[in-house]
């Protein structure tokens, strides 16, 4: 059961230390968020995941991380300057700024329209500006004057430095055709449309990764590249439903129509997800023929080029680009893992149910009181446990507190010390601990001397 609205898990993330709002104390910021100290660790792993699908787990593609500042040339050629814009409306009354796409399309809700149909103001019915395109790239300048030349970007995806770096990486690491470079890192985008909490920010995580082929034989008919394409749609969608557990009744595919494909694209489908407002993008998977090479290739003066040892030839390769995005996928792994069912005393319990690889916390050492003789065993089961795993040792409230606890931050695991462990009133411990499930709740108790192997196979890919 997913979380029934986002509300839901905007109030968990905060209450429980995943996400808060930007600089609360000064009034927030609009379309930016913190990471607590839970959010930190539940992205981390998030972002491992994928790197272990992408990276580690094959032999075809390598990582990068290139600069996020960088020639703004990058930029031109990438296409970025010139139409990475949205169209923007002005309400003359209240002066709030609106994408006009997204009134038409009626993200905002039914909107008023004037005698002659124009669309009006969602705020306050008050007439709008004609649409004029605003690119939504961050600008800064580096050094110290303040010009024109001086003009830098911040990144609005990781993609050109994945092409920029072709040849460093096919001289380097020795790669022949087919392969993919991975990045993942933060980017910007000057969104003006009130997110809706970490589903569009200012700043976002990406994990892209593109994967360069050989050019076809017959560029209109291009029917081994199209196969490729449909390989990745099917590779990434398999790995949101079984890596990060995603009910796959909510994951859809989506292709591009004609007219949404930019002139150069052989097809896009985007993997989506059923939010709590309908259906949006978690990841596209864009089959980008050569147009990034060849425009950096045209754009340097230094043409990008593969040398093909078969048919000894130079060629560009081509592109299948998946692109997805990581802190959205953060926040539907959130809503998908929200669970509310009752206890064992009939009383409401929330759950948040991710998988073990993914959930933030892996073990909880929970002493069953504050009780001095508990101590050093509980100490030494959280000091044998901490180095392997992300623990969590807690001695306050009561032991069913601590559970729900634990259960609505989705630790799979507790570790529960008590007295039948340490011995009381003259009768020896037995030096056995209780491990407590956090999705069946069912208890089973081990000696601490087997401890690390009864953890082991409870957490697997951990
Ligand atoms: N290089 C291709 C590219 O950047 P995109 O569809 O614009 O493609 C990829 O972005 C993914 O990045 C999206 O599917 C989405 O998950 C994420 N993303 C894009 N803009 C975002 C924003 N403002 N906030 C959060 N995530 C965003």
């Known amino acids: 059961m997913p979380a029934p609205d986002l509300e839901t898990i905007v109030s968990l993330s905060k209450r429980r230390g995943f996400i808060f709002p930007a600089a609360e104390i000064y009034g927030g910021f609009a379309n930016t968020y913190d990471y607590g100290p839970l959010g930190v660790e539940l992205k981390r792993n998030i972002r491992d995941a994928w790197w272990r699908a992408m990276v580690r787990e094959r032999d075809d593609i390598v990582g990068l991380d290139a600069a996020l500042i960088t020639n703004p040339r990058v930029w031109v050629a990438s296409g970025h300057v010139a139409n990475f814009t949205d169209p923007l409306v002005d309400c003359k009354k209240c002066q709030m700024r609106w994408r006009a796409d997204h009134i038409a399309e009626g993200q905002y809700g039914e909107v008023k329209r004037d005698a002659a149909g124009n669309l009006l103001c969602p705020n306050d019915g008050g007439e709008l500006t004609e649409p004029r395109q605003f690119n939504m790239m961050f600008r800064t300048q580096v050094g110290p004057v303040q010009d024109e030349n001086s003009t830098a970007y911040l990144p609005p995806e990781t993609a050109q430095g994945i092409f920029i770096n072709f040849e460093n990486v ?273 208890q089973i108790r081990v000696p601490v001397s087997g401890l690390m192997t009864a953890l082991r196979e409870r957490l697997p890919g951990c």
């Open 170 to 442: 096919v001289a380097s690491m020795r790669r022949k055709l087919p392969f993919g470079i991975a990045q993942s890192r933060v980017s910007f985008r000057n969104e003006i449309t009130p997110g809706k909490f970490v589903f569009r920010t200012l700043e976002f995580e990406q994990m892209e990764m593109e994967y360069f082929c050989h050019p076809p034989k017959d560029r209109a008919n291009p029917a081994e590249y199209l196969a490729l394409h449909r390989e990745w749609i099917d590779t990434r969608l398999a790995w949101y439903r079984d890596t990060l557990g995603i009910d796959a009744s909510r994951l859809r595919v989506r292709n591009h129509e004609k007219e949404e494909l930019s002139h150069y694209s052989a097809g896009t489908a985007d993997i989506e997800y059923l939010f709590p407002w309908g259906w949006g993008e978690l990841e596209g998977i864009a089959a980008r023929t050569d147009f990034d090479l060849s425009s950096h290739g045209k754009e340097s003066g230094h043409p990008i080029t593969y040398f093909d040892e078969d048919t000894k030839e130079h060629v560009v390769p081509w592109v299948i680009e998946p692109a997805a995005g990581l802190t959205r996928t953060l926040a539907v792994t959130m809503l998908e893992a929200y669970s509310e069912e009752p206890d064992e005393k009939g009383d409401k319990r929330v759950v948040l149910k991710f998988r073990p690889n993914i959930a933030p916390v892996k073990v909880a050492v929970l002493p069953l009181s504050k009780n001095e003789k508990l101590q050093p065993l509980a100490r030494k089961v959280y000091d044998l446990i901490r180095p392997i795993w992300m623990t969590q040792y807690d001695e306050t409230q009561s032991i069913g507190r601590r559970y729900r606890r634990q259960d609505e931050i989705g630790t799979p695991l507790c570790v529960t010390v008590d007295f039948q462990s340490v011995g009381e009133e003259g009768v020896p411990g037995d030096d056995a601990v209780t491990i407590r499930e956090r999705d069946s709740q069912a």
